[in-house]
């Protein structure tokens, strides 16, 4: 039952911003159009990547579903472990349903480009997986497994604005700045210093084919490798929040 | 068991000793007066209850079960704190709404008439209400959970002489309707002493009087008279304070006291909860 209002709560918390951010994404394909009709027969134009706009979304969403939910949550009875489980649900809804109202839009988009030989739609994983579906394009296994990737892709991001937001509620202000200035410092100047002065920059390039490996592009541009490391990353943040969560007080 | 008890209660912010090995039973249907100067740890015990902080050590448990990060005895509880811990935007509809959303008992006819008794805007947003009026938002909520425990943190903050008085009309009348356990934590103990009926006395973390404000009051008496009268009559006794207006003066007792040895024209009376509450806090 509990678990059933804190759902519904944190749901309509985004009642605004989701329609707010369609309006934005619908507003953005329906200038493809006008856009396109200026082209010339030499011009191209490639459009996608409506995801990446969908998973910076829900960051945004996990920076902002601890403070405020967990004071009216706390005021109404409802434990931190319930809190944390209908989170964890209302990730999956919105991963889920924005990655699928996604990819009714990523076939909109190329239904009204069919035919026009110099505008591409296509998603992020489309173009970063293109070896695979080699001559099998718009495949429902494309399809099933861009929108698995998706999913996970936007389950992440959504967890780690949470977990962001909840170490942060749950540091000092020693702590917050040591953060808020540490982690740039380190990642902007100390490392890429370090790297260039005395690794050679093999630390960037080790990085890079990391990178590559748990996207699956080294391994014949398999995307199970992405979605597995996804897991991976989704499961190690839900803990740490959940650490961090589970003993969380009100502050004043 | 029915009601809340607390088990040795520990509670430190840094040095400071917030709660000490506090132990307590709130009884089911009665209506307690949480009593204590600032910093003794009052609102340190609620947030403790209700599971906003946890305790160093100790437990607690409603109608015999463990409280803490505990959905089916926490929503036995619902805490009216002095903060506010509703969202920035959230209008009182709103707050109203939700509030009914988590307490299945919630009675939103009786929370509109409160509402419109009290003169409450429910379309205002909750941060641009005053603090009477926030205080008054809360208090509404509070008792139209239907939550059979119920704490009020500073309850009439802010509120004018008249809506306290509604406060406490509306309390009573809840309360006589159906029963609940009341828990007030007040500065204002004149203004409590007529609505409670156990009074729990905390000092510097310790509670140092839990038992039934008859039985509290019994501990003292107040004898009046001529200044000369009352001089005479309290020689020798513990008194808690005096006070004198012209030639007339009231002390306050503690202990006892044999009518029979006063001075003709000195009366008797009714120990006052606020004189004996601040001789029991005194340093």
């Not at chain 1, 951010?21 to 490639?46: H, K, N, Q, R, T």
């Not at chain 2, 946890?54 to 009216?80: H, W, Y």
Request: aromatic content about 10%; overall charge neutral.
């Amino acid at each position: 039952m509990n678990i059933k209002s804190a759902l519904k709560y944190q749901i309509a918390d985004g009642r605004v911003s989701i329609p707010v951010f369609y309006l934005v994404i619908f507003c953005l394909m329906a200038l493809i159009p006008i856009s396109s009709s200026g082209m010339g027969p030499e011009d191209s134009m490639s459009i996608g990547g409506f995801e990446i706009a969908t998973i910076i979304f829900l960051f945004v969403v996990g920076l902002n579903s601890f403070r405020e939910t967990f004071r009216m949550m706390i005021q109404n009875g409802v434990s931190r472990k319930t809190m944390f489980v209908s989170f964890l649900l209302l990730t999956l809804v919105l991963s889920v349903g924005m990655s699928c109202i996604n990819e009714v839009l990523l076939w909109i988009g190329k239904a009204f480009t069919a035919g026009k030989g110099n505008i591409t739609f296509q998603s992020v994983f489309e173009q970063m997986y293109a070896p695979r579906y080699m001559g099998n394009p718009d495949s429902i296994q494309m399809i099933a497994e861009g929108l698995l990737f998706t999913i996970l892709a936007c389950a992440v991001a959504m967890m780690l604005g949470y977990f962001i937001t909840i170490m942060y509620y749950r540091l000092n202000k020693v702590g917050k700045i040591a953060v808020s200035v540490g982690v740039p410092a380190i990642l902007i100047i100390g490392l890429p210093i370090f790297d260039a002065v005395v690794t050679g920059g093999m630390i960037y390039r080790a990085l890079g084919q990391l990178t590559l490996f748990i996207m699956g592009i080294l391994n014949g541009y398999n995307p199970y490798y992405a979605m597995v490391s996804a897991l991976i990353a989704f499961a190690v943040l839900a803990g740490l929040s959940w650490m961090l969560a589970r003993r969380a007080v009100v502050k004043d | 068991m029915k009601g809340i008890e607390v088990r040795s209660l520990d509670k430190n912010y840094g040095d400071v000793r917030a709660l000490r090995n506090v132990s307590l039973t709130f009884e089911e249907n009665k209506i307690y007066g949480l009593l204590g100067r600032n910093g003794a740890g009052k609102t340190t015990l609620l947030n403790t209850i209700t599971g906003r902080i946890f305790p160093d050590s100790g437990d607690v448990l409603v109608d015999g079960e463990a409280a803490l990060e505990n959905d089916k005895a926490q929503q036995k509880t619902f805490m009216m704190s002095e903060k506010n811990f509703y969202p920035e935007g959230m209008k009182v509809k709103d707050a109203i709404k939700w509030t009914r959303e988590f307490y299945p008992g919630f009675d939103e006819e009786y929370c509109r008439n409160l509402a419109e008794k009290f003169g409450l805007n429910t379309k205002k947003k909750i941060k641009s209400l005053s603090t009477g009026y926030g205080s008054i938002f809360k208090l509404i909520l509070t008792l139209s959970t239907n939550a059979p425990y119920l704490f009020f943190d500073e309850p009439v903050l802010g509120l004018d002489a008249n809506h306290r008085d509604m406060f406490y009309r509306a309390l009573l009348e809840k309360y006589s309707d159906k029963p609940f356990t009341a828990v007030i934590s007040t500065h204002l103990i004149e203004e409590v002493a007529g609505v409670i009926e156990e009074v729990v006395i905390i000092k510097k973390g310790e509670i140092i009087r839990n038992q039934s404000a008859e039985e509290l009051l019994a501990t003292g008496c107040t004898v009046s008279g001529t200044a000369a009268a009352v001089d005479s009559a309290i020689q020798g006794k513990t008194v808690l304070g005096v006070d004198s207006l012209g030639g007339l003066k009231t002390a306050y007792l503690a202990g006892e006291i044999d009518s029979s040895t006063l001075p003709a024209g000195i009366e008797i009376g009714k120990m006052d909860l606020q004189k004996l509450f601040i001789h029991l806090t005194n340093e």
